[in-house]
């Protein structure tokens, strides 16, 4: 059975800190996201990455980093915490082979900037 | 500019009855489609997929209607339950060159079956 898992459920931040959070898949996968889910909004992708070392930008990049040191860990890093970044954020991951098209999904964390 | 849109925010539905939750897409070269279905505060979980050289899938009380002419897909519910009270999100990708694993998703679509 497939399981990501992210570091929190809940996390509360004040503006301008530096905020990690972490997401770890045991499947092996080669694929791994980061999305934003806001209301009205659907899921929004900030970054993905297709290998170790690898990172691509996804629709809204901007205010986020990433990081994926190994292959089973995937890190997004607001570098500055601002209001309009809590949200609810979802890693997923996904098997890099031709034609495997799912997505598996952590339970999210749930982030409300102060 | 969307390419994948769910335009109906909310629907409510009668336990019992058939919920039909709509999807419409622009980009013809999407070759894949997947439905996911999220309870609030977890995670998506994957529901069904088509592929485009389909027109149906099915998958014990959930079916998945292809019409590439039209560009729409549709995912029914007989009979709905309430337990599938959720948000249902829409998805779609393509097998082509750097986007291969990439889903585009709708914004979704909240169903409520009433008892």
């Known amino acids: 059975d497939v399981k990501v898992t992210q570091s929190s459920r809940y996390l509360v931040k004040r503006t301008g800190e530096k905020v990690f959070l972490e997401c770890v898949q045991d499947m092996d996968h080669e694929n791994m996201f980061w999305y934003r889910q806001d209301p009205g909004l659907g899921l929004r992708l900030i970054y993905f990455s297709y290998d170790v070392k690898m990172k691509e930008k996804g629709d809204i990049p901007e205010g986020y980093s990433v990081s994926r040191e190994k292959k089973e860990r995937f890190s997004l890093i607001l570098e500055s915490a601002s209001t309009n970044q809590t949200s609810m954020y979802l890693c997923?991951?996904?098997?890099?082979?031709?034609?495997?098209?799912?997505?598996?999904f952590g339970p999210g964390t749930r982030l409300t900037v102060t | 500019d969307q390419q994948v849109k769910q335009n109906s925010p909310s629907l409510s539905v009668q336990e019992g009855r058939i919920s039909i939750l709509n999807c419409d897409y622009t980009?013809?070269?999407?070759?894949?489609f997947l439905w996911y279905k999220k309870y609030p505060a977890e995670g998506p979980t994957f529901l069904i997929s088509?592929?485009?050289?389909?027109d149906k899938n099915e998958d014990g009380r959930f079916t998945v209607f292809l019409n590439k002419s039209a560009k729409h897909l549709s995912l029914h519910i007989v009979p709905s339950q309430p337990g599938d009270s959720a948000v249902y999100f829409c998805a779609a990708t393509m097998n082509y060159g750097g986007s291969q694993g990439n889903l585009i998703f709708g914004k979704g679509t909240k169903l409520s079956v009433k008892p």
């Open positions: 088509i592929s485009s050289i389909k």
């Open positions: 980009n013809s070269m999407f070759d894949y």
């Open positions: 997923a991951s996904s098997y890099g082979w031709t034609g495997a098209y799912e997505q598996y």
